[in-house]
């Protein structure tokens, strides 16, 4: 299985503020990669597919980059809706797997 | 937008079988462009890719789960279902039914989840 490991677990920041989360594949995923945003009690919703692509109706401040093994969510302006756990996920080959999730709190 | 709902008991005895049915609303469960997935989330963790399945009734799973694990279709009713035998305190977790846009590969609409609890 492919493993996704993300960094950092938990991360601080204020309205504003650049955030960037990596998450980081043990091997190749080309571009395979998914983000979601998940706030408590509620199912993860879909950022940006194959690396790059925002989803409709998310909001430009959210991008991602990266290819290969390694990636990167960037929120250019944090903004208070923002404050939420964020996974990454594969689908380069079976069985998908997701990230550990990053934290992301008021700072 | 897809609409979808988990529905199915939330306590489940170790070694028993969990069943959950998704029902699917404001599209077609037999449109050619989505599978019909399954993602579980135990507490504190992140989520773990079960299974889908194609309105055909082709089925991809886990390797981890295969061997316990059955996703089945009723295109009659508009739903979905999962079957996880012999469940131990391992599955205990939030289930969530998603459909998965066959173009992208993307989970783009979810259920809000449902709350499987395993204990005796």
């Known amino acids: 299985d492919i493993q996704m490991t993300q960094s950092p677990s938990t991360l601080s920041a204020s309205i504003g503020d650049r955030v960037t989360i990596t998450c980081r594949a043990s091997?190749?995923?080309?571009?395979?990669l998914a983000w979601y945003q998940q706030k408590q009690g509620k199912a993860p919703k879909l950022l940006i597919y194959?690396?790059?692509t925002l989803e409709s109706g998310v909001p430009s401040r959210f991008s991602g980059s990266g290819s290969g093994t390694e990636f990167t969510l960037t929120i250019s302006s944090l903004q208070p809706d923002d404050f939420a756990t964020y996974y990454c996920?594969?689908?380069?080959?079976?069985?998908?797997?997701f990230g550990q999730g990053t934290k992301v709190e008021i700072k | 937008q897809l609409q979808l709902q988990e529905s199915g008991p939330g306590l489940v005895k170790p070694s028993e079988t969990l069943s959950l049915t998704c029902r699917v609303s404001?599209?077609?469960?037999?449109?050619?462009?989505?599978?019909w997935g399954w993602i579980r989330q135990p507490p504190g963790k992140g989520p773990e890719w079960i299974g889908m399945i194609y309105y055909s009734g082709s089925t991809y799973y886990n390797p981890s789960l295969e061997s316990r694990v059955t996703i089945s279709i009723d295109t009659s009713k508009s739903q979905f279902s999962l079957k996880v035998n012999s469940v131990t305190a391992a599955d205990a977790a939030v289930y969530y039914c998603?459909?998965?846009?066959?173009?992208?590969?993307?989970?783009?609409?979810w259920g809000q989840g449902t709350l499987v609890t395993v204990s005796s």
């Open positions: 998603a459909s998965l846009n066959w173009k992208d590969l993307r989970f783009d609409n």
């Open positions: 091997q190749s995923i080309t571009r395979w």
């Open positions: 194959k690396a790059s």
């Open positions: 404001n599209g077609s469960i037999s449109s050619n462009s989505y599978y």
């Open positions: 996920q594969h689908y380069n080959s079976y069985p998908w797997t």
